[in-house]
């Protein structure tokens, strides 16, 4: 038996918005394609350009998506990645991801993150994260170099894992170390020089909190201030719930809290 041929539908010239509609389809070669004498060339040249504009629409949109300089709906969602194990994977991100200021808040997130996982590690990714004159002084974290320890002291720590996208005070803003996402509010985005204004949301907060980002001589964004963190008068971050153990698996509660000891 002959196997099936899938039926295709016949598309004239007023039809074409159906072509227009499966810009999210696969594209699928299909063989033999009948097509009644009716439809001209001219008619088949005008699908295969509205289904190609399509593909290409959803190509741009994707990355205009993760793009949160050409975003214009004021919310920009990063495209999910994975926390780096070491420096070499770290500095991979930094390659990988466009030189913007956005990207340069997320890498010192991502510093953030790995700190409270593998505290030696994330001590190192940090020296790369964060602007040279403002945030660092002689140490012995990274190539000579170390955090200024006032910038890191906070009562709230967690308000660090407030900032991946799907956390909440309920599960201890537990989250995937593997599939971690970013949200960034574009609208209020400033910039003076070479430091712009870029807001996060915090899950904790329950709205946008600001970072600023400075361009250094190479054209990479890195943080250069974050006072709402180190003021623990603000009350940015609602206490979470339950405690949060890095070394058990994403959104398992603990019994003991590792926020205090961070």
């Known amino acids: 038996m ?71 709906s004021g919310v920009c969602v990063t495209d999910s990645f994975e926390l780096p194990t070491s420096v070499k994977e770290f500095i991979a991100l ?22 409270q996982i593998n505290k030696p590690l994330g001590q190192k990714l940090l020296v790369l994260a964060v602007d040279r004159d403002e945030q660092l002084v002689r140490g012995k974290w990274f190539k000579g170099y170390m955090m200024r320890q006032s910038s890191l002291r906070s009562s709230k720590p967690w308000c660090m894992r407030a900032l991946v996208k799907g956390t909440s005070p309920r599960r201890g803003y537990a989250f995937d170390p593997k599939r971690v996402r970013i949200q960034f509010n574009t609208k209020g985005t400033t910039r003076r020089g070479r430091v712009t204004k870029v807001f996060v949301y915090s899950s904790g907060a329950g709205k946008a909190l600001p970072m600023w ?50």
């Open 2 to 72: 002959a196997p099936a041929v899938p039926v295709v539908p016949v598309v004239y010239g007023p039809s074409l918005r159906y072509f227009a509609s499966l810009r999210s389809a696969p594209i699928l070669l299909l063989s033999p394609l009948k097509i009644r004498s009716k439809m001209t060339r001219t008619n088949t040249g005008m699908v295969v350009a509205v289904v190609l504009a399509g593909l290409v629409g959803n190509v741009a949109a994707a990355q205009a998506k993760h793009n949160c300089g050409q975003v214009t």
């Open 94 to 115: 930094r390659a990988k991801w466009k030189k913007d200021p956005w990207n340069g808040a997320r890498l010192f997130i991502t510093a953030m993150l790995v700190r």
């Open 213 to 262: 980002v400075k361009q250094d001589s190479k054209g990479r964004w890195k943080l250069s201030n974050w006072s709402w963190f180190v003021n623990p008068t603000q009350g940015y971050c609602r206490r979470p719930s339950v405690a949060w153990d890095p070394k058990r698996p994403a959104f398992a509660p603990a019994v003991k809290n590792p926020d205090d000891e961070l």
